[in-house]
């Protein structure tokens, strides 16, 4: 991309929003401005720019994002088909496995969900589409990661906060490097509590008809009710058929 394609007060204005999360839901300027980096001029304007737009609200010193925001996500959803064909065997998973399956792709160092089915709560925070967790320590990020060349891996390993979210996490790089190995041989990843206590979860690849890996597959348990070691056993037969019904349909 040339230089004088790149639109800066565009992608300044994406940071601002960015800036805005569960842990942060209402921001300030001078608070806005320290998590993104920018100056608070920048920011100011940022702010009082999609205020002006309706995709904030502005109390006078609080800014807070309004469900117009949830637009620019939803663009997403609807213009990939991915989620719609993968959402009615997704229902049937979970219905047969009795817990929660989900749907997700990369982005950066992140997976975001693009299609779920919930049995029951089984994590602190409300997972939906849209949900974002760190690659890393999950169970659909460990297969996209697997998937993809062994130095972009690196690369986004490199990128990545690799914070011990429980004293069961992975963050040595070179030992995430070689769970990614054994994650492409064995075809799966399992997750031991690595993403939060009580959690287990396993993942398979999506794939298209042409072999690529286009998204993940999951089922998570409670560990008190199923533990790590039996996931396989249970609930990888009942992913693989779910993997072979979608690959002829996704692109």
Do not use: W
């Amino acid at each position: 991309m040339r230089e004088t394609d790149f639109v800066s007060g565009f992608a300044r204005g994406l940071k601002v929003i960015e800036a805005f999360g569960e842990a942060q839901p209402r921001l300030s300027i001078a608070e806005a401005s320290k998590l993104t980096g920018l100056d608070r001029a920048t920011v100011r304007r940022s702010l009082l720019t999609l205020s002006e737009l309706g995709y904030a609200d502005y109390d006078g010193k609080f800014f807070t994002l309004t469900p117009k925001v949830l637009r620019l996500g939803h663009a997403y959803l609807s213009a990939t088909p991915l989620p719609a064909i993968v959402q009615p065997h997704l229902d049937q998973l979970s219905e047969k496995a009795g817990q929660s399956a989900s749907a997700s792709v990369l982005d950066g160092t992140e997976v975001v969900y693009v299609a779920r089915a919930s049995q029951r709560r089984v994590m602190s925070i409300n997972l939906m589409p849209g949900s974002r967790l760190p690659a890393y320590c999950a169970s659909m990020g460990r297969v996209l990661l697997a998937a993809l060349p062994e130095s972009e891996a690196r690369a986004i390993l490199a990128r990545t906060e690799l914070k011990a979210n429980t004293p069961h996490t992975k963050t040595d790089p070179e030992e995430l490097m070689a769970e990614l190995r054994k994650v492409r041989e064995q075809g799966y990843a399992l997750i031991d509590q690595e993403l939060e206590l009580g959690l287990c979860s396993i993942a398979v690849p999506l794939m298209n008809a042409r072999g690529q890996v286009v998204a993940a597959l999951n089922i998570g348990a409670p560990a008190a009710l199923v533990a790590a070691a039996e996931l396989a056993k249970r609930y990888l037969p009942l992913l693989k058929e779910t993997q072979a019904a979608l690959r002829p349909l996704v692109q």
